[in-house]
């Protein structure tokens, strides 16, 4: 179809991982100002310092193992605020970077093909892949040398993760067993968690945690995202049912959506890191409040906290909508992972027809409102 050749094989990324992002590693918002850092991981040697620039977590950012030798210690400062965080458009570029780099680089080197699969109502086939990151693998990520370096986990080399991707192509038309590119838009890419609850059955909640205001740069100034536009990003927390007797699951997830602003045409990308937000107070179900204040005796529920991390990208070319999705999960609680392992293939295959009949009771509505309208109006 036209779409851009892959480049050379990359290195993985210390962000999109499954180890959760901890509330001082990501970036400033005002229900988090009381999540600092530990003071153990802030600097000790003098102001102005080359090797640690004040105000800069030493074990956060060694700055002879950057991976630009020629950076400065007030360039890399610029990235993080006092309090040693991460300021919101470094962080953004650098989730969505690793986000393409993945899809382009990592998914078609090293991922392998595992079958061609039906999902209707949708039309297309859809292509499943998958592959096995070792915990070897990731403790040879340089977490702390990256352009926004991270502390490693502390089980880091341990445990692996277990990946899973889809490939899809689809005609770029407003009908049935498909969709157009704004259809696309306005249902995977906005409001992509509360969407995906509407088109997922199993998907019972998507708690919406916290919100960051993305400022919007006047057009003619030049956009404060590099190439991205369109930027979101929040946090959720997502519940999803499983059959008794096991617990509901709920995995809190900080979701960032862009448009990557590609010269061959419209691209929209997703990511969703997983995130620990256990001690913050507006969590839902992090935090058991849910207990008390649920809804109904589902949302009331103990759920077993999980980890899921995600890469989402849509691509319009010459008429077709390339649709790629990457993930890594692990339900946690009692569930093995060889058992998630059989589990997972099915239900990224299952989610394109899912979202294809959404869609499609989307439309349905949409034409009975405007045909009660007309006739509102005729009579």
Known sequence: MGFPAPGHPATLGNLIRLAPLKLYEIPAHPKLLTFSRPTSQHVTS???????????????????????????????????????RPLLEPFIIAVLDEAITFIDDI?????????????????????????????????????????????????VGKTGEAWFARSSEHSDEPQRGTASFSEFESSLRDNHSEHEAEYTPDVFDARLVLDWTIPRPPAENAPGFSHYQNVSMRIFEMGHKLPPPLSPRVFPVLVITADTGASYGPDFV???????????PEAFYSNGRNLREGEDSLRRK????????????????????????????????????????????GA???????????????????????????????S
């Not at 915990?135 to 490693?152: A, C, D, H």
């Not at 990208?313 to 909508?321: E, F, P, S, V």
């Not at 299952?350 to 109006?377: N, P």
């Open 348 to 378: 990224v295959v299952k989610d394109v027809g899912l979202f294809m009949k959404w869609i499609e009771k989307k439309r349905k509505s949409a034409r009975t409102s405007s045909d009660g309208q007309s006739l509102g109006r005729a």
């Open 270 to 280: 997703i990511v969703q890191i997983p995130v620990n937000i256990e001690t913050l």
């Open 302 to 345: 103990k759920p077993v906290l999980g980890v899921y991390t995600s890469i989402e990208r849509c691509r319009l070319i010459d008429g077709h909508i390339k649709w790629e999705m990457a993930t890594a999960s692990d339900a946690k609680g009692s569930l093995p992972m060889w058992a998630q392992k059989m589990g997972v293939p």
């Open 107 to 155: 998914l078609p080197h090293r991922f392998k093909p595992a079958s061609e699969r039906t999902s209707r109502p949708a039309d297309a086939i859809v292509q499943l892949l998958k592959h096995e990151i070792f915990g070897q693998t990731l403790g040879e990520i340089p977490w702390e040398s990256r352009y926004l370096p991270r502390n490693p986990p502390t089980d």
């Open 46 to 84: 003098s102001p102005g310092s080359p090797d640690n620039p004040p105000d800069i977590p030493a074990t956060i950012m060694p700055l002879k193992t950057f991976q630009d030798d020629n950076e400065s210690g007030a360039s890399a400062r610029h990235r993080f605020d006092e309090d040693g």
